[in-house]
């Protein structure tokens, strides 16, 4: 067992480090298709504050460490995330919050202006989805899976998957997790990040998040995905992407 599973861990990493798909260390080389030079941006699309540092937070942190620009797009601003507040005491705070965060991860933080739990796709919400992704010039997005239980990251996914498909050629589309099996559901990763040495820069930016319970953030399966990620990939803390597939696209080779 224990000769089998070293094994496994070599060809994992040894995979890894060629680019196939499983992601190793950081490069200025993010895409197959497209180098990515290092003034360009990162952009993650995320349903409420938390959702980004939840989901990619130490991919984020792993590549602003590395030189590239990271912007996060909040759909919402969380304005039905804290009982006992009106919207906008909650959206007043969870903003704050949001802000607090991405001075940890040092993203720049943009709130797109859609409300929590009342999201809608429709055209005008995608062109402007679309301009905010375009506006950052970005070679690679993050964003929800489509298949989740929360109906905002699914809006927060499908505008951006509408902006990819009108720019397919512009950058590289990745999906990440959140309370996997609760929230995402049939994810099987296509890529990995190594977070091991930005996992606990992403638990500062998820406990930014003082009013939504950061310690539940991580018992909703947070912090079993990291290690669970990490053991798929060889290594101590992962996470994991489910690339956009088509045939102008390459791979994350981080």
């Not at 349903?47 to 030189?67: F, I, Q, V, W």
């Not at 109906?151 to 999906?175: C, G, M, N």
Request: with cysteine.
């Amino acid at each position: 067992m224990s000769s089998s599973f070293n094994t496994r861990r070599k060809f994992m990493k040894n995979t890894g480090a060629l680019g196939l798909g499983l992601v190793a260390l950081p490069s200025v080389v993010l895409d197959k298709r497209t180098p990515i030079d290092i003034n360009k941006k990162i952009v993650c699309v995320g349903g409420h504050p938390d959702d980004p540092e939840s989901g990619c937070g130490g991919t984020l942190a792993k590549l602003r460490n590395a030189g590239h620009d990271v912007t996060i797009i909040y759909l919402t601003t969380g304005e039905a995330g804290i009982p006992g507040k009106s919207h906008n005491e909650a959206a007043s705070i969870r903003r704050q919050e949001a802000i607090n965060a991405c001075k940890v991860l040092d993203a720049k933080p943009v709130f797109a202006g859609q409300i929590d739990g009342d999201s809608v796709c429709n055209n005008d919400w995608v062109n402007k989805m679309q301009q905010l992704i375009m506006n950052e010039k970005p070679g690679i997005v993050f964003t929800h899976w489509p298949l989740d239980a929360h109906k905002d990251h699914q809006v927060a996914s499908l505008l951006t998957i509408q902006s990819w498909l009108r720019e397919p050629q512009q950058f590289s589309l990745y999906f990440f997790e959140v309370c996997i099996g609760e929230q995402s559901l049939i994810f099987h990763p296509t890529d990995y990040v190594d977070i091991t040495d930005t996992q606990e820069q992403k638990k500062k930016a998820v406990y930014c998040h003082v009013s939504q319970d950061p310690p539940g953030i991580y018992e909703c399966g947070h912090a079993a995905m990291e290690d669970f990620r990490g053991r798929e990939l060889g290594v101590k803390a992962g996470e994991g992407f489910i690339r956009m597939s088509g045939k102008l696209q390459g791979g994350m080779g981080i």
